[in-house]
C-alpha cells in the first residue's frame, strides 16, 4: 500500500481536522519558530547590508594615514612637535612596500562656502584628490565625471560636486556640467555630480558637502607648497593590511625625524578593521538568531509531539480497531508519522510564508525611488533548507508517538470500553 | 478438513501469576456452521475468541484456519488473515466515531488497497442489505444501538470472510433489537452460508444458534445441537 495516496491523505486530514483547536495550537509552536527564524534571519541580513551601506563604495582594505603631534623626543626634535606628510611620503610608500596598490593624497579645506551667482551654499570642504582617489571611495557619479589625470596634469578649473552642494546651488535640477560655480573667488567647471550619500565613513567631511578640485590645482591656489594632509592607500588582493602597516609607519616616520615607537605621532585609520568588526558582529548576531529560532523550533516540534503523544493515547480504541480489522503495524506508524509530519510542514510552511510576507511589507517600506535599501528577503535557499529541516523535524516528533502506537493490540480496542 | 480445527490449545497468562485460561481445547466447526460458546465470565470464552480472531497467540497445540496453521505468525500476516478471513462483530460495535456509516463498512477494503470508487460501492450494496441505505452518511452517534450494530455487521461481511466471530453482539442492545440482530445473524446464516460463531453468556442468545460450546474454566463442557431451538426456555428472546 501506497503512503501518499488520496485517501491516505484524506484519514490525515480527517484526523488533524477532527481537533481543529488542538492541531492549531500545536501547530502554532513550530509555526512561531519557523516564523521568528526566518523574520530573525530576513531581519538580521537587512540590517548588515543597511550598515554595509554606511561603508558602501569603500574599498574593504583601505587605510588612511594622518600626521598627528609627536608624543617622544627623537633626533634632537622635543615631543609635541607638529608635522605634515609630503608628496614624497606617496611615493615612498609606492616604492618601499611592495604590497600596496594604490597610494594617493588628499588635502582637505574646511569651511568653505561655494556660490553660483547669487546662490550662496552652506558651508563645504574643498578637497584637493588625483584621479585615482576614486579607487579608494568610489564615486556615484550622477552627472558627468570624476577628475581625471588630465585635470591633473593641465591644473583645469574644474571640480566634481556633492549632492549635498548640488542641491543648493542647483535647485531646479538638470544636468550642472559646463556651469561655473565660484570658491574663494575662483571660478571652477563642474564636470560631475558624485550622487554619494553621507554615509557611516567620512574622510574629511561627508561626500555630500565636498567640492573636489584637481590636487595639482588646490595646492597652487591655497599655497599648501609640499604638503598633504591625508594619505590613503589600498593592500594588493589577499594582503592583511594590519601586517604591513607597522613598515608604512617605519617609513614615514625614518623620513620625518619621529620616534619609530611613537604611535600617537601618526593616525593608521585600518577600514580592514572596522569591516572585520562588523562581520565579527553579525556573526554573532547569526549565531544568536539561529540558537533563539532553532530552540524555538525545537520547542514547538517537542509540542507536536507532545500532542501526537496524546493523541494516540486517546485513539487506543481507534487504532485497536483498525488493527483488529486488518491494518498492519506499518500502516498505523505510516499514518502517526505522516499525521506528525503534516502538521509540521503545514504550520511550519504557513510559518515560512507568513514571514516572507512581513520581510516583503518591510522591503516596501524600506524602498525609496524605487530603490531598495537593503534585501530583507530570506534567501530562496534558506527556505528551501528550513522546510526540509520541518519534514525532518516531522518524521522525527511522530517517530515516538508511532512507536507507541504500534504497541497497541487489537484486543486493546475490546478491552478499552 | 474443518473450516476451523483447533487441537489441544493452552494458554496461560503470565500477569505476575501465572493463570492457565485454556486447557486443552479441541474444537472443530465445519464451513456454514452457526454456532454459539457460551460461558460465564473467567471461563476463557474470550480468550477463545482472540485465538479465533488471530488477536491473541497461544501456547501450545495448534489451529487451523481454513486449512491454514495459524501460529506464531508475524504481524503483518496476522493483520492480512484477520482482514481477509474473519469478520468481527463487537459488543459496543467499534465504529469509529468520526467516520459516517459507509467510511466505516469500506475501511478494512481500504487497508486491502482496494479504490475508493469501488470500495464505496460495495459498501453501499452491503449498508442495501442491512437496510440503512438512509443512513449511509450518518455518523454512529447519530444512529440506534441496532442501526450501529448492523453497520458493523455490514462491516464485517464487506471482505467476504470465512467466519464471523461476534463477540457479545446483542450485549448492548436491548431485547427487541437483539432480536432483530439476531434474526439477521441467522439469515445471513441460512441464506448465504456465512460461518458464524457468537460468543455470549446470555442463553436466549445462544439459543438462536443451532450449536451451543459450553466453555467452563478453561475446558470445552457439552456441545449441544439445538436445531430446534428448544435448549433454553426463559422468555427474552421469545
Given at each position: 500500500?501506497?503512503?501518499?495516496d488520496?485517501d491516505?491523505?484524506?484519514e490525515?486530514?480527517?484526523s488533524?481536522?477532527r481537533?481543529?483547536?488542538r492541531?492549531?495550537l500545536?501547530?502554532?509552536g513550530?509555526?512561531?519558530?519557523i516564523?521568528?527564524?526566518m523574520l530573525?534571519?530576513?531581519?538580521?541580513q537587512?540590517?548588515?547590508?543597511?550598515l554595509?551601506?554606511?561603508?558602501?563604495?569603500f574599498?574593504?582594505n583601505?587605510c588612511?594615514?594622518f600626521?598627528?603631534n609627536?608624543?617622544?623626543?627623537?633626533?634632537?626634535?622635543k615631543?609635541?612637535r607638529s608635522w605634515n606628510?609630503e608628496?614624497?611620503?606617496v611615493d615612498?610608500?609606492?616604492?618601499?612596500?611592495p604590497?600596496?596598490?594604490?597610494?594617493?593624497?588628499?588635502?582637505?579645506?574646511?569651511?568653505?562656502s561655494?556660490?553660483?551667482?547669487?546662490t550662496v551654499?552652506s558651508?563645504?570642504?574643498?578637497?584637493?584628490n588625483r584621479?585615482d582617489?576614486?579607487?579608494?571611495e568610489?564615486?556615484q557619479?550622477?552627472?558627468?565625471?570624476?577628475?581625471?589625470?588630465?585635470?591633473?596634469a593641465?591644473e583645469?578649473?574644474?571640480?566634481?560636486?556633492?549632492?549635498?552642494?548640488y542641491?543648493?546651488l542647483f535647485?531646479?535640477?538638470?544636468?550642472p556640467?559646463?556651469?561655473r560655480?565660484k570658491?574663494?573667488?575662483a571660478?571652477y567647471?563642474v564636470?560631475g555630480?558624485?550622487w554619494?550619500?553621507?554615509?557611516?565613513?567620512?574622510?574629511n567631511?561627508?561626500?555630500?558637502e565636498?567640492?573636489t578640485i584637481?590636487?595639482?590645482?588646490?595646492?597652487?591656489?591655497?599655497?599648501?607648497?609640499n604638503?598633504?594632509?591625508?594619505?590613503c592607500f589600498?593592500a594588493?588582493?589577499?594582503?592583511?593590511?594590519?601586517?604591513?602597516?607597522p613598515?608604512?609607519?617605519k617609513v614615514?616616520?625614518?623620513?620625518?625625524?619621529i620616534?619609530p615607537e611613537?604611535?600617537q605621532a601618526m593616525?593608521?585609520?585600518?577600514?580592514?578593521l572596522?569591516?572585520?568588526i562588523?562581520d565579527?558582529?553579525?556573526?554573532?548576531?547569526?549565531f544568536l538568531?539561529?540558537?533563539?529560532?532553532?530552540?524555538?523550533?525545537l520547542?514547538g516540534?517537542?509540542?507536536?509531539?507532545?500532542?501526537?503523544?496524546v493523541?494516540?493515547k486517546?485513539?487506543?480504541?481507534e487504532?485497536g480497531i483498525?488493527?483488529?480489522?486488518?491494518?498492519?503495524?506499518?500502516?498505523i506508524?505510516?499514518q502517526?508519522?505522516v499525521?506528525?509530519?503534516?502538521?509540521?510542514l503545514?504550520s511550519?510552511?504557513s510559518g515560512?510564508?507568513?514571514s516572507?510576507?512581513?520581510?516583503?511589507v518591510?522591503?516596501l517600506?524600506?524602498?525609496?525611488?524605487?530603490?531598495?535599501?537593503a534585501p530583507?528577503?530570506v534567501?530562496?535557499g534558506?527556505?528551501?533548507?528550513?522546510a526540509s529541516?520541518?519534514?525532518?523535524l516531522?518524521v522525527?516528533?511522530g517517530l515516538?508517538?508511532?512507536?507507541?502506537?504500534?504497541?497497541?493490540?487489537?484486543?486493546?480496542?475490546m478491552?478499552?470500553? | 478438513?474443518?473450516l476451523?480445527?483447533?487441537?489441544?490449545?493452552?494458554?496461560t497468562?503470565?500477569?505476575?501469576q501465572?493463570?492457565?485460561?485454556l486447557k486443552g481445547?479441541?474444537?472443530?466447526i465445519?464451513?456454514g456452521?452457526f454456532?454459539?460458546?457460551?460461558?460465564?465470565?473467567?471461563?476463557?470464552k474470550s480468550t477463545?475468541?482472540?485465538i479465533l480472531?488471530i488477536?491473541?497467540n497461544?501456547?501450545?497445540?495448534?489451529?487451523h484456519?481454513?486449512g491454514k496453521?495459524?501460529?506464531?505468525?508475524?504481524?503483518?500476516?496476522?493483520a492480512?488473515y484477520?482482514?481477509r478471513?474473519?469478520?468481527f462483530i463487537?459488543?459496543s460495535f467499534?465504529?469509529?466515531?468520526?467516520?459516517t456509516?459507509v467510511?466505516?463498512?469500506?475501511?478494512?477494503?481500504?487497508?486491502?488497497?482496494?479504490p475508493?470508487?469501488?470500495?464505496?460501492?460495495?459498501?453501499m450494496?452491503?449498508?442495501?442489505k442491512m437496510?440503512?441505505?438512509?443512513?449511509?452518511n450518518?455518523?454512529?452517534?447519530?444512529?440506534?444501538g441496532?442501526?450501529k450494530?448492523?453497520?458493523?455487521i455490514?462491516?464485517a461481511?464487506?471482505t467476504?470472510?470465512?467466519i464471523?466471530?461476534?463477540d457479545?453482539?446483542t450485549?448492548?442492545l436491548?431485547s427487541?433489537?437483539?432480536?432483530e440482530?439476531m434474526q439477521?445473524?441467522?439469515?445471513?446464516n441460512k441464506?448465504d452460508?456465512i460461518?458464524?460463531?457468537v460468543?455470549?453468556?446470555?442463553?436466549?442468545?445462544?439459543?438462536?444458534?443451532?450449536k451451543?460450546?459450553?466453555i467452563?474454566?478453561g475446558?470445552?463442557?457439552?456441545?449441544?445441537e439445538?436445531?430446534?431451538h428448544?435448549?433454553?426456555?426463559?422468555s427474552a428472546m421469545?
Amino acid at each position: 500500500m501506497k503512503w501518499f495516496d488520496t485517501d491516505t491523505f484524506r484519514e490525515i486530514l480527517d484526523s488533524i481536522l477532527r481537533n481543529r483547536s488542538r492541531s492549531f495550537l500545536t501547530g502554532f509552536g513550530v509555526f512561531w519558530g519557523i516564523f521568528m527564524l526566518m523574520l530573525l534571519i530576513g531581519g538580521g541580513q537587512g540590517l548588515k547590508q543597511i550598515l554595509n551601506n554606511e561603508f558602501e563604495g569603500f574599498a574593504q582594505n583601505t587605510c588612511i594615514v594622518f600626521a598627528g603631534n609627536t608624543t617622544k623626543p627623537y633626533k634632537g626634535f622635543k615631543k609635541g612637535r607638529s608635522w605634515n606628510m609630503e608628496y614624497a611620503d606617496v611615493d615612498r610608500i609606492k616604492n618601499l612596500i611592495p604590497e600596496v596598490e594604490t597610494v594617493t593624497p588628499s588635502v582637505s579645506l574646511w569651511g568653505k562656502s561655494v556660490a553660483r551667482g547669487e546662490t550662496v551654499s552652506s558651508s563645504a570642504v574643498v578637497k584637493g584628490n588625483r584621479a585615482d582617489y576614486a579607487r579608494i571611495e568610489t564615486p556615484q557619479m550622477r552627472y558627468g565625471r570624476y577628475i581625471n589625470d588630465a585635470d591633473i596634469a593641465q591644473e583645469r578649473k574644474v571640480c566634481v560636486i556633492g549632492k549635498k552642494v548640488y542641491n543648493e546651488l542647483f535647485p531646479e535640477g538638470g544636468d550642472p556640467c559646463g556651469q561655473r560655480i565660484k570658491v574663494d573667488g575662483a571660478y571652477y567647471s563642474v564636470v560631475g555630480v558624485d550622487w554619494k550619500e553621507a554615509g557611516g565613513i567620512n574622510i574629511n567631511g561627508s561626500a555630500s558637502e565636498t567640492v573636489t578640485i584637481p590636487i595639482s590645482l588646490a595646492r597652487k591656489a591655497y599655497n599648501m607648497g609640499n604638503t598633504v594632509h591625508m594619505i590613503c592607500f589600498t593592500a594588493k588582493e589577499g594582503i592583511v593590511m594590519n601586517d604591513i602597516l607597522p613598515r608604512v609607519r617605519k617609513v614615514i616616520a625614518r623620513a620625518h625625524y619621529i620616534h619609530p615607537e611613537d604611535e600617537q605621532a601618526m593616525f593608521l585609520l585600518n577600514t580592514q578593521l572596522i569591516f572585520g568588526i562588523v562581520d565579527n558582529l553579525f556573526n554573532g548576531v547569526n549565531f544568536l538568531i539561529w540558537l533563539i529560532g532553532l530552540g524555538t523550533l525545537l520547542a514547538g516540534v517537542i509540542g507536536v509531539s507532545n500532542i501526537m503523544m496524546v493523541s494516540v493515547k486517546e485513539r487506543t480504541t481507534e487504532i485497536g480497531i483498525r488493527r483488529a480489522i486488518g491494518a498492519t503495524p506499518r500502516q498505523i506508524l505510516g499514518q502517526i508519522i505522516v499525521e506528525s509530519t503534516v502538521l509540521t510542514l503545514v504550520s511550519g510552511m504557513s510559518g515560512i510564508v507568513f514571514s516572507v510576507l512581513i520581510l516583503y511589507v518591510v522591503e516596501l517600506g524600506m524602498t525609496t525611488d524605487g530603490i531598495l535599501k537593503a534585501p530583507f528577503q530570506v534567501p530562496f535557499g534558506t527556505a528551501v533548507l528550513a522546510a526540509s529541516l520541518l519534514t525532518l523535524l516531522g518524521v522525527v516528533a511522530g517517530l515516538m508517538p508511532a512507536s507507541r502506537a504500534m504497541q497497541i493490540k487489537p484486543v486493546d480496542a475490546m478491552r478499552d470500553e | 478438513m474443518a473450516l476451523i480445527e483447533l487441537n489441544d490449545i493452552n494458554k496461560t497468562y503470565n500477569n505476575g501469576q501465572p493463570l492457565h485460561v485454556l486447557k486443552g481445547i479441541n474444537l472443530q466447526i465445519e464451513r456454514g456452521e452457526f454456532v454459539s460458546i457460551m460461558g460465564a465470565s473467567g471461563s476463557g470464552k474470550s480468550t477463545l475468541l482472540n485465538i479465533l480472531g488471530i488477536l491473541d497467540n497461544y501456547d501450545t497445540g495448534t489451529y487451523h484456519l481454513d486449512g491454514k496453521l495459524i501460529k506464531d505468525l508475524s504481524e503483518k500476516q496476522a493483520a492480512d488473515y484477520r482482514n481477509r478471513m474473519i469478520g468481527f462483530i463487537f459488543q459496543s460495535f467499534n465504529l469509529i466515531g468520526f467516520k459516517t456509516a459507509v467510511e466505516n463498512v469500506e475501511l478494512p477494503l481500504y487497508y486491502q488497497g482496494v479504490p475508493r470508487k469501488k470500495r464505496q460501492q460495495l459498501a453501499m450494496e452491503y449498508l442495501e442489505k442491512m437496510g440503512l441505505t438512509p443512513w449511509a452518511n450518518h455518523f454512529p452517534n447519530e444512529m440506534s444501538g441496532g442501526q450501529k450494530q448492523r453497520v458493523a455487521i455490514a462491516r464485517a461481511l464487506i471482505t467476504q470472510p470465512r467466519i464471523i466471530l461476534a463477540d457479545e453482539p446483542t450485549g448492548a442492545l436491548d431485547s427487541k433489537t437483539s432480536v432483530e440482530v439476531m434474526q439477521l445473524l441467522k439469515q445471513l446464516n441460512k441464506e448465504d452460508n456465512i460461518t458464524i460463531i457468537v460468543v455470549t453468556h446470555e442463553g436466549g442468545v445462544a439459543n438462536e444458534t443451532d450449536k451451543i460450546i459450553h466453555i467452563k474454566d478453561g475446558i470445552i463442557g457439552k456441545i449441544e445441537e439445538n436445531f430446534s431451538h428448544a435448549a433454553w426456555q426463559g422468555s427474552a428472546m421469545k
